[in-house]
T-cell receptor, first 115, second 115 residues
Framework: AQTVTQSQPEMSVQEAETVTLSCTYDTSESDYYLFWYKQPPSRQMILVIR??????QNATENRFSVNFQKAAKSFSLKISDSQLGDAAMYFCAYRSPNTGNQFYFGTGTSLTVIP | KAGVTQTPRYLIKTRGQQVTLSCSPI?????VSWYQQTPGQGLQFLFE???????NKGNFPGRFSGRQFSNSRSEMNVSTLELGDSALYLC??????????????FGPGTRLTVL
């Protein structure tokens, strides 16, 4: 089964600074999709950013960008100009067409933003 | 479009009881997945329903079951509740077609407490 590993249970960042959250995954598939989800305290989980494995260009959504290293099976999330509202649990997720529609999630990284 | 809704939002039950949770997906979404979220275990996949059929199943005992109706609404049932079943139960809907743009959208969750 595919596994997704987030090795940083907790991270902190100063407001306005940049932080990078790590994610690695294990797969033998060549076609798959990667996601970062954000879950603020007591609030709904929302999609932050998505990357297709066949695309070499790293995805970007405003202050959020990824560093996708396919050979290394690494998918890190960079948050620039961190804001207080970025404080949340961040989950990395993987999906492959060859495993149906099942999503595989990492254990999450809790991000604290320090004013 | 309305988002994913889950009812009830909070439940308190005692050991041995059974419980039914409900999830209404985004209009047009045919796939509904259920997850159990606990502080120690993170997000654990329970099962996925697509067009009224269980398509994927996680590693949970048979006390956990689900179903999906023709309007794509889904219910999850837990029988003979145990203390360890206390968790946030998340429902996520998606188109279910496995294409690159297919993304899971999460509901707010049902917080189940077993006493």
């Amino acid at each position: 089964a595919q596994t997704v590993t987030q090795s940083q249970p907790e991270m902190s960042v100063q407001e306005a600074e940049t932080v990078t959250l790590s994610c690695t995954y294990d797969t033998s598939e060549s076609d798959y999709y990667l996601f970062w989800y954000k879950q603020p305290p007591s609030r709904q989980m929302i999609l932050v950013i998505r990357q297709e494995a066949y695309k070499q260009q790293n995805a970007t959504e405003n202050r959020f960008s990824v560093n996708f290293q396919k050979a290394a099976k690494s998918f890190s999330l960079k948050i620039s100009d961190s804001q207080l509202g970025d404080a949340a649990m961040y989950f990395c997720a993987y999906r492959s067409p060859n495993t149906g529609n099942q999503f595989y999630f990492g254990t999450g990284t809790s991000l604290t933003v320090i004013p | 479009k309305a988002g994913v809704t889950q009812t009830p939002r909070y439940l308190i039950k005692t050991r041995g009881q059974q419980v039914t949770l409900s999830c209404s997906p985004i209009s047009g979404h045919r796939s509904v997945s259920w997850y159990q979220q606990t502080p120690g275990q993170g997000l654990q996949f329970l099962f996925e329903y697509f067009s009224e059929t269980q398509r994927n199943k996680g590693n949970f005992p048979g006390r956990f079951s689900g179903r999906q109706f023709s309007n794509s609404r889904s219910e999850m049932n837990v029988s003979t509740l145990e203390l360890g079943d206390s968790a946030l139960y998340l429902c996520a809907s998606s188109l279910g077609v496995g294409s690159g743009t297919d993304t899971q959208y999460f509901g707010p969750g049902t917080r189940l407490t077993v006493l």
